[in-house]
């Protein structure tokens, strides 16, 4: 759907809707909210997620960026505090304005004061934390099955990604994490090959939306590449049929074939995103 930026410094999106929006954005960049998602948005995908840093050209893009939009914001499932460190965000000059909604939205790191907010963690989560290794032991998912539980403060994660058949472990899993997210007053999120066990009522789409509002946007672009960021496409839907325009952007995967459907401008990974953010910037002078 995208074109190559070198011989078209800003790609042409494959919907009416997208090709609105992005001229909105141009025309308007001062009014324009940037959100984005951090893994395999910003950062590549990787089987140990403590190990994922952002491209190495996404900061650089987002500086470039940052000073002619209204705000960037990365809204992530991660502590709003894990992505400013693996994203290298604090104390870049022209990120002084980039905001990070960490959790789902439940946390929020602003750049101007190097601060993180959030509200006293649901109470579930301790109760799944003690209860998980015995259902995926239960489930035959235990240690040395290649199953492995990322501990994220107001979430718990469980990664397939290691086992030595990812999608039929994640299959199996999907039932009895369920049962035990719902026993506790939890939801399971599904993402590329993790299932997520976290408070509901807080996801991406309501992070974006209330941020989008909050600074009174006039245009907003999302990008994201998992399951989880279909409430954020959701949200940019919404503001779009409020006369708010939008462009949705897909990092391209293979692996979430519905997010590509719905995105207006599809680019091919990390590395597209900052392409894109580049031309962008470029083109806003």
């Not at 929006?21 to 959100?35: D, E, M, R, Y």
């Not at 940052?66 to 022209?94: D, L, N, Q, W």
Request: aromatic share 4%; proline share 8%; glycine share 12%.
């Amino acid at each position: 759907m995208g074109t190559h930026m070198d011989t078209d410094p800003l790609p042409t999106p494959a919907t009416r809707a997208g090709r609105d929006g992005l001229a909105a954005i141009v025309a308007n960049p001062a009014k324009t909210v940037i959100g984005l998602d951090f893994d395999g948005t910003l950062a590549p995908i990787v089987a140990d997620p403590e190990q994922a840093r952002a491209h190495p050209d996404a900061v650089p893009a987002l500086a470039r960026l940052a000073p002619k939009v209204a705000s960037v914001a990365v809204v992530t499932g991660r502590p709003a505090e894990v992505a400013v460190r693996h994203g290298g965000f604090a104390g870049v000059p022209g990120l002084e304005h980039l905001v990070v909604l960490g959790h789902y939205g439940a946390e929020r790191w602003d750049a101007v004061s190097g601060e993180v907010t959030a509200p006293a963690p649901h109470p579930g989560v301790a109760a799944v934390r003690a209860e998980l290794p015995g259902v995926l032991e239960r489930a035959g998912a235990g240690q040395g099955q290649g199953i492995w539980i990322e501990e994220k403060g107001r979430a718990l994660a469980v990664h397939t990604r290691r086992a030595s058949d990812p999608q039929a472990a994640f299959e199996a899993l999907r039932e009895p994490l369920t049962g035990l997210a719902a026993r506790h007053g939890l939801i399971v999120e599904p993402g590329r090959l993790v299932l997520e066990l976290r408070p509901p009522g807080m996801d991406k789409g309501v992070a974006l939306g209330e941020y989008v509002r909050e600074i009174s946007a006039e245009a907003v672009l999302y990008g994201g590449d998992d399951l989880g960021d279909l409430p954020a496409f959701g949200a940019v839907e919404k503001l779009r049929s409020d006369g708010v325009p939008g462009l949705l952007v897909c990092s391209g995967s293979d692996e979430v074939t519905e997010l590509r459907q719905r995105a207006d401008l599809v680019v091919d990974g990390p590395a597209g995103v900052v392409q894109l953010l580049s031309a962008l910037a470029a083109q806003l002078g």
